[in-house]
C-alpha cells in the first residue's frame, strides 16, 4: 500500500478565517480527488490536525493530481510518501496504520529537519512492498519535481490539458485567452511529453 501525508507549510501562521478558508480549501481538494479516483483510495483521505492531509492509494494517479491542485492553488507543502503494510481499521485514512503510515511520517520528519537544504518531498520505501508500488511512489516525485519547475500559469493549462483532456481551443476559452497563447505556453513545458508517459503508465 501507498501512504502520503501532505504537511501544509505554515498554515499555522494564518488568522481565524483565513484558517477556516484554508481548511474548506484542502478539504474540497481531497474530496474531489477521491470523487475522482475513489478505486484507488484504498480509504477516504482525510484533513488531520487543521493542517495536514492524509492518503492511503494503490496507485500515483490520486497523489500526482492532489500535487496539481495544489501547486496550481499556490500553496506550499512538505509531503512524505511511504509503502508497506496496512491496517485497515475504518474507512478514513486517518484510522488505519502501519508501515506505510510509518514510512511515510519518517520521510517527512526528515525533509523537515533538514537544516542546509530544503526539499519539498521525501518518500521510503518497505523492501517488503511490491514493485508497482515502490514505482508508483517513484513515479509520484518524478511527476511532482516536473511540476515544481512550471509557472502557475503553466500549471494551469497543463492541468487542463492532462487531467481534463480539453482541447487548446477549450482551454484557451476556459483562460479567456487567445489559442495562440495557449500553446505557445504549453509548448514550453513538458506537458505534451507528461501526458504521453502517463498515459503509457496507465495502461
Known amino acids: 500500500m501507498i501512504a502520503v501525508i501532505?504537511?501544509?507549510?505554515?498554515?499555522?501562521?494564518?488568522?481565524?478565517?483565513?484558517?477556516?478558508?484554508?481548511?474548506?480549501?484542502?478539504?474540497g481538494l481531497l474530496d474531489l480527488t477521491h470523487n475522482r479516483y475513489r478505486e484507488h483510495c484504498v480509504a477516504i483521505p482525510v484533513l488531520t490536525q487543521g493542517d495536514s492531509m492524509e492518503l492511503l492509494v494503490n496507485s500515483w494517479h490520486p497523489i500526482v493530481f492532489l500535487f496539481h491542485k495544489l501547486l496550481i492553488e499556490e500553496l506550499e507543502f512538505r509531503v512524505g510518501l511511504?509503502?508497506?503494510?496496512?491496517?485497515?481499521?475504518?474507512?478514513?485514512?486517518?484510522?488505519c496504520d502501519g508501515p506505510a503510515f510509518w514510512n511515510a511520517r519518517e520521510a517527512l520528519d526528515e525533509i523537515k529537519n533538514m537544516k542546509y537544504m530544503k526539499r519539498s518531498a521525501g518518500f521510503k520505501l518497505d523492501e517488503n512492498a511490491s514493485d508497482s508500488k515502490n514505482n508508483a511512489v517513484i513515479n509520484s516525485i518524478l511527476f511532482f519535481t516536473t511540476l515544481l519547475g512550471l509557472s502557475t500559469t503553466q500549471r494551469e493549462h497543463c492541468y487542463y490539458y492532462i487531467w481534463e483532456k480539453k482541447r487548446v481551443s477549450e482551454i484557451a476559452k476556459v483562460m479567456k485567452t487567445s489559442k495562440g497563447n495557449i500553446s505557445k505556453t504549453l509548448s514550453r513545458t513538458p506537458c505534451y511529453l507528461i501526458e504521453r508517459v502517463m498515459a503509457f503508465l496507465s495502461k
Open 6 to 27: 501532505v504537511d501544509i507549510v505554515a498554515s499555522r501562521d494564518v488568522d481565524t478565517r483565513e484558517r477556516r478558508n484554508l481548511y474548506e480549501k484542502l478539504q
Open 82 to 95: 511511504g509503502t508497506g503494510e496496512i491496517m485497515i481499521y475504518k474507512e478514513k485514512a486517518d484510522e
